[in-house]
T-cell receptor, first 117, second 114 residues
Framework: GAGVSQSPSNKVTEKGKDVELRCDPI?????LYWYRQSLGQGLEFLIYFQGNSAPDKSGLPSDRFSAERTGGSVSTLTIQRTQQEDSAVYLC???????????????FGEGSRLTVL | AQKVTQAQTEISVVEKEDVTLDCVYE???????LFWYKQPPSGELVFLIR??????QNEISGRYSWNFQKSTSSFNFTITASQVVDSAVYFC???????????FGAGTRLFVKA
């Protein structure tokens, strides 16, 4: 498709389980971002990828969160041993240019809604 | 540190009213970008506008207009003659030109009633 694609769109899991959320950015976009949006809240920055590397992981809330990107394209956000406070919508965005020329517009996917029971 | 403040949590207007969404930002960077995004009920954020810090010219696009005032660190968004389809959450965001992290405000939920 032409836009950022995220899967699953909805995920319900039990506390303590691991989950993987996938993001397929717009083709050719070198920058990829993960944000978290809790109910009624703003967007919390999690991590950024430039190509396959992640220069800044400081937004990840705990060491239970990790992310990788392979082939400069698809990214996976993994949450281990999920907790109820992890319940949120996880948004992925991509951007068309590299760090020096990026004018900043982010193209968002529809998000993955995670519910931890 | 960078910060974006949207003091209005929710605004409710009647169709055809004008409405202004406030955005105040903090940054130590001398060059930066400011953005507005719209998140309709369907959930997908949509980019509306980008403004460079060195360009304080106001912009109008149809019923939308943006007022950037560097002196007050504000980047306000006005919708003229609001319509029901304008109902959404609107986010203001900030990014320095040399970096990559875009910081978002908490958002303002706009309800436009028929």
């Amino acid at each position: 498709g032409a836009g950022v694609s995220q899967s699953p769109s909805n995920k319900v899991t039990e506390k303590g389980k691991d989950v993987e959320l996938r993001c397929d950015p717009i083709s050719g976009h070198t920058a990829l971002y993960w944000y978290r949006q809790s109910l009624g809240q703003g967007l919390e920055f999690l991590i950024y990828f430039q190509g396959n590397s992640a220069p800044d992981k400081s937004g990840l809330p705990s060491d239970r969160f990790s992310a990788e990107r392979t082939g400069g394209s698809v990214s996976t956000l993994t949450i281990q041993r999920t907790q109820q406070e992890d319940s949120a919508v996880y948004l992925c965005a991509s951007s068309p240019r590299g760090i020096l020329t990026n004018t900043g517009e982010l193209f968002f996917g529809e998000g993955s809604r995670l519910t931890v029971l | 540190a960078q910060k974006v403040t949207q003091a209005q949590t929710e605004i409710s207007v009647v169709e055809k009213e004008d409405v202004t969404l406030d955005c105040v930002y903090e940054t130590r960077d001398t060059t930066y970008y400011l953005f507005w995004y719209k998140q309709p009920p369907s959930g997908e954020l949509v980019f509306l506008i980008r403004r460079n810090s060195f360009d304080e010219q106001n912009e109008i696009s149809g019923r939308y207009s943006w007022n950037f005032q560097k002196s007050t660190s504000s980047f306000n968004f006005t919708i003229t003659a609001s319509q029901v389809v304008d109902s959404a959450v609107y986010f203001c965001a900030l990014r320095d030109t040399g970096g990559f992290k875009t910081i978002f405000g908490a958002g303002t939920r706009l309800f436009v009633k028929a």
